[in-house]
């Protein structure tokens, strides 16, 4: 059974950094690209980062792009995402999420097969 466990958000002032954490389970975490997705009550949920299985290659949304930065350790399948420089618009739930097939690399909401259940991350001004 597939599970995305997230950890590590919390209430953080501007200009602050916090690194949230995720721990997978239940498949071969080294074999897949996993993503980093956020979402606000009332909106859709907006893709944020991904990395693919080897970690070489990244990907952010424009948004965090030079302030974000997504990283992976398959020994101990985990991952990561180092925030810098918040701002009270990256307030949101951040989502750990992994596709349904091995080896592609997705940045949409619709192409993701396994969700976490979320961290609270909240930026104040």
């Known amino acids: 059974q597939v599970r995305l466990v997230e950890s590590g958000g919390g209430l953080v002032q501007a200009g602050a950094s916090l690194r949230v954490s995720c721990a997978a389970s239940?498949?071969?975490?080294?074999?897949?690209?996993v993503d980093w997705f956020r979402q606000v009550p009332g909106n859709e949920r907006e893709f944020v980062a991904a990395?693919?299985?080897?970690?070489?290659?990244?990907y952010y949304a424009d948004s965090v792009k030079g302030r974000f930065t997504i990283s992976r350790d398959n020994a101990r399948n985990l991952l990561y995402l180092q925030m810098n420089s918040l701002k009270p618009e990256d307030t949101a739930v951040y989502y750990c999420?992994?596709?349904?097939?091995?080896?592609?690399?997705?940045?949409?909401?619709?192409?993701?097969?396994?969700w976490g259940q979320g961290t609270q991350v909240t930026v104040s001004s």
């Open positions: 990395i693919s299985w080897t970690g070489d290659a990244t």
């Open positions: 999420a992994a596709p349904r097939m091995e080896r592609i690399v997705v940045r949409t909401a619709g192409e993701i097969e396994y």
């Open positions: 239940g498949f071969t975490f080294g074999r897949y690209g």
